[in-house]
């Protein structure tokens, strides 16, 4: 099975508010997370990522946060906006390897305007 | 700057019909990846290439798939010959492996290939 989930496949938030994607993973090893967007029609655009020896690394209206006790991984998004509008992406590296990154299924993110 | 370029971008063919994928991953990159993305299975890896020698290709489906990288600046996927179940979007992916880097990898639009 897979080994990054999510908790809600679906959100839907008032442009302005703060949106808050989660992230599950099992891989107790994984030593580095990272976030990216899809675009219907698009590729994945890289966000945000973080390694685990940090709890917390903010971008531009961005911030993710990892929990390591209760492996959990969220994205927050500051002040919403239509443009947001996407499916999310959280990925781990789960092998030996740097270059082995497990995805989740997604989440997708609808801004109501 | 330019980011991973695909081609091409949509690709409708029948059954049987052999199949390229084109890829420009993006300048001083040396790591290269193909991704399949459909909806029952989400996004999987296919191969990846280090400095064009593939590394691991232990997600090509089978024998009908096969991929190529003959310098730093171009790779292909080959599906001969090709079957309804191979519909779904191929994305490449490029990055510069080092130890800030080698996780970050930046994807291009992907193609859409369908099956008939």
């Known amino acids: 099975g897979e080994s990054v989930g999510l908790h809600l496949p679906t959100l839907s938030v008032q442009e302005g508010d703060n949106s808050i994607i989660n992230c599950a993973y099992s891989n107790s090893a994984s030593d580095y997370f990272i976030w990216y967007k899809q675009e219907s029609g698009k590729g994945p655009q890289f966000i945000i990522d973080i390694r685990s020896n940090m709890d917390k690394r903010q971008g531009q209206r961005v911030t993710v946060l990892l929990n390591k006790t209760v492996k959990h991984l969220s994205l927050q998004i500051a002040a919403t906006q239509p443009g947001d509008s996407a499916v999310y992406f959280c990925a781990e590296n789960s092998g030996a390897g740097s270059y082995q990154l497990t995805f989740g299924k997604g989440t997708k993110l609808s801004v109501i305007p | ?116």
């Open chain 2, 1 to 116: 700057d330019a980011g991973v370029i695909q081609s091409p971008r949509h690709e409708v063919t029948e059954m049987g019909q052999e199949v390229t994928l084109r890829c420009k991953p993006i300048s001083g990159h040396n790591s290269l990846f193909w991704y399949r993305q459909t909806m029952m299975r989400g996004l999987e890896l296919l191969i990846y290439f280090n400095n064009n020698v593939p590394i691991d290709d232990s997600g090509m489906p089978e024998d009908r798939f096969s991929a190529k990288m003959p310098n730093a600046s171009f790779s292909t996927l080959k599906i001969q010959p090709s079957e309804p179940r191979d519909s779904a979007v191929y994305f490449c992916a490029s990055s510069l492996a080092d130890t800030g880097g080698a996780m970050r990898r930046y994807f291009g639009p992907g193609t859409r290939l369908t099956v008939l």
